[in-house]
């Protein structure tokens, strides 16, 4: 017992010798800093591996599969397992309304044409316009019902009207979409409902969501219809409600369709515009409304901070300081312009690396026309070529008098 009282009596007397050291006293008081407090340099590069970005916190968000492209070229600025066949559910009516649209464009069909609703179309489950057996609608106010509030029971009767009956016009959607080059999608139904017991679902993957997209926006009454947020229905009896959050939330969203049923989730196909960018979002498979519609905001955010879209040539415009000298000709030089806008996606910042060329011959020989070819117009980028236009005469020259053209001096 006594060997344990002289231990601790050494080591009493140590400590105190010890702490009378000149640096002990902060080297403890730093050690009790580190064991309770976090360094600086720690917590700054925890903020900068957390810091979220337009891309990163998008991916962070759950879903099966997404894509962002701009419009106008289809370029692909994000994807995530882009070609996934999953169920696109009420997205389907996409292919529906560009099938009737270009019946309509092609004259087969009339907007203005009254459809008779079949006892099959009035039972149709699922969102619905209440639509009745024997009653007559035009085809305008039946697409109206489809891509604004998803109308269940407008689609097929548009279907049986377009097609005769439902599986005719399935196998029409199916041509339409191999023309399209949609190779992951196949369709079963006009509509996107779960299929019946027997039957196949409806599949398609965001990229070819994002080029049927494309291609519906091209038509200028669905892109109304789309950027609808409501709409009266009936006379005013019924209003017709769309479900697409982001015409409400989003800057410049303006389309295009949603879908959701238990196997598919929460979907959609957006579209929107800022200045002359247009981005087509696609979110499939999303658990909750709410996060789908945050992903794809998250995308789109991303897309416009990053990208911009330069018209380095506009059409049409007088190029000056470009003329072009004219021999045997009425006037001694005629201006010359682009025949068409020259668009090009590229990253902010990174304008410095397009450049434009005007080639064209010293002079050439009257007569000339307005809009003839006259040289052209290259515009590269960081040294690449990427578009060629004619340069054409934005005037017409006659041809001078013989003794003119044969003694121009």
Request: hydrophobic share 45%; glycine share 8%.
């Amino acid at each position: 017992m006594r060997s344990v009282f002289v231990t601790w009596g050494h080591f009493a007397l140590w400590s105190k010798q010890f702490l009378r050291q000149p640096l002990v006293p902060f080297a403890c008081g730093l050690a009790i800093v580190l064991l309770f407090c976090s360094p600086p340099w720690a917590n700054a590069q925890s903020q900068a591996a957390t810091k979220p970005t337009g891309k990163s916190s998008a991916q962070a968000e759950k879903y099966a599969s997404a894509i962002l492209v701009e419009a106008e070229t289809g370029k692909v600025l994000f994807e995530k397992d882009p070609h996934l066949p999953l169920p696109p559910a009420s997205m389907v009516k996409m292919m529906t309304a560009l099938i009737v649209m270009e019946k309509v464009r092609d004259g087969a069909i009339k907007l203005s044409d009254m459809v008779t609703v079949s006892r099959w179309a009035a039972k149709m489950g699922g969102s619905q316009v209440f639509l009745k057996e024997g009653e007559k609608m035009s085809v305008e106010e039946l697409m109206k019902a489809m891509m604004i509030h998803s109308g269940n029971d407008a689609t097929a009767a548009l279907a049986e009207y377009v097609g005769g009956y439902a599986n005719a016009f399935v196998d029409l959607m199916n041509d339409r979409a191999a023309q399209l080059g949609l190779k992951d999608t196949r369709f079963h139904s006009v509509h996107g409902l779960p299929p019946d017991p027997g039957q196949q679902d409806d599949v398609m993957s965001a990229a070819d969501l994002a080029t049927l997209g494309r291609e519906i926006m091209k038509f200028p009454q669905i892109a109304e219809w789309v950027a609808k947020s409501q709409e009266p229905f009936r006379d005013g009896q019924f209003t017709l409600v769309n479900p697409n959050h982001l015409l409400k939330t989003y800057p410049g969203a303006d389309g295009i369709k949603t879908g959701y049923h238990n196997k598919a989730g929460f979907c959609v196909t957006g579209s929107a515009k800022q200045g002359d960018l247009r981005l087509i979002v696609v979110i499939m498979g999303a658990p909750t409304r709410g996060g789908c519609f945050t992903s794809a905001a998250q995308l789109l955010n991303y897309g416009f901070a990053t990208y911009r879209m330069l018209l380095p040539v506009q059409g049409k415009v007088v190029l000056e300081g470009k003329d072009i000298a004219v021999r045997g000709g009425v006037a001694d030089h005629v201006a010359i312009a682009a025949k068409q806008d020259v668009k090009i996606l590229l990253k902010k910042g990174e304008e410095k690396k397009v450049s434009v060329t005007v080639r064209t011959p010293e002079r050439v020989w009257a007569p000339l026309t307005v809009g003839q070819p006259v040289g052209e117009i290259v515009v590269s980028f960081d040294g690449t070529v990427v578009s060629t236009v004619p340069a054409i005469a934005t005037q017409e020259v006659g041809q001078a008098s013989w003794w003119k053209r044969w003694w121009p001096f």
